[in-house]
T-cell receptor, first 118, second 111 residues
């Protein structure tokens, strides 16, 4: 089974702080994703990475950056945390499919980090 | 932008009844996936149906896909209290590397 581990289940930070959320996977998947989940809005894609040192913006990248120095680790960085970034953050991995330009494999999720910015 | 929209937003049924959730989307897709999320946990993949498939089964789950109507349904038969969760559809739009998730259906199965 794929194991996706997010470093913290709950995190409380202050506005203006630089916040790091870590995600580690053990199944050698090429693709990794960061989402945020808010009530009534479902999951929204922040950033994703399809290879080491490669990244692409998702639908809501503003205020965030990412780092993928090793295949198994994908970090989400809040450059200067703000209260509107209070949310549940979910990391997911996906094995690259035959058609590399499309998402065509199941995604595997971590249990999420509930982040509160005060 | 949200591609898939689930209907209803919430559903409450008795144990043993069937639960049906619907998903509509806007653009052409390569596949559509259904996920389940228990409270406070991550999402778990349930089933993937490709654009050239019309129906797929997995245990008590039955998924249909109608690409002409851009819609899908998830049927859970003989529901159990343990099926209580939120269910999300996710579409893989053509030419996009990432999935797009809907806002989910909250299913409550009363024992």
């Amino acid at each position: 089974d794929v194991k996706v581990t997010q470093s913290s289940r709950y995190l409380v930070k202050r506005t203006g702080e630089k916040v790091f959320l870590e995600c580690v996977q053990d199944m050698d998947h090429e693709n990794m994703f960061w989402y945020r989940q808010d009530p009534g809005l479902g999951l929204r894609l922040i950033y994703f990475s399809y290879d080491v040192k490669m990244k692409e913006k998702g639908d809501i990248p503003e205020g965030y950056s990412v780092s993928r120095e090793k295949k198994e680790r994908f970090s989400l960085i809040l450059e200067s945390a703000s209260t509107n970034q209070t949310s549940m953050y979910l990391c997911a991995t996906e094995q690259r499919g035959v058609l590399s330009g499309n998402s065509n494999q199941p995604q595997h999720f971590g249990d999420g980090t509930r982040l509160s910015i005060l | 932008s949200q591609q898939g929209e689930e209907d209803p937003q919430a559903l409450s049924i008795q144990e043993g009844e069937n639960a049906t959730m619907n998903c509509s989307y806007k653009t052409s897709i390569n596949n559509l996936q259904w996920y389940r999320q228990n409270s406070g946990r991550g999402l778990v993949h349930l089933i993937l149906i490709r654009s050239n498939e019309r129906e797929k089964h997995s245990g008590r789950l039955r998924v249909t896909l109608d690409t002409s109507k851009k819609s899908s349904s998830l049927l859970i038969t003989a529901s159990r209290a343990a099926d209580t969760a939120s269910y999300f559809c996710a579409t893989a739009p053509s030419g996009r590397r990432a999935l797009t998730f809907g806002s989910g259906t909250r299913l409550q199965v009363q024992p």
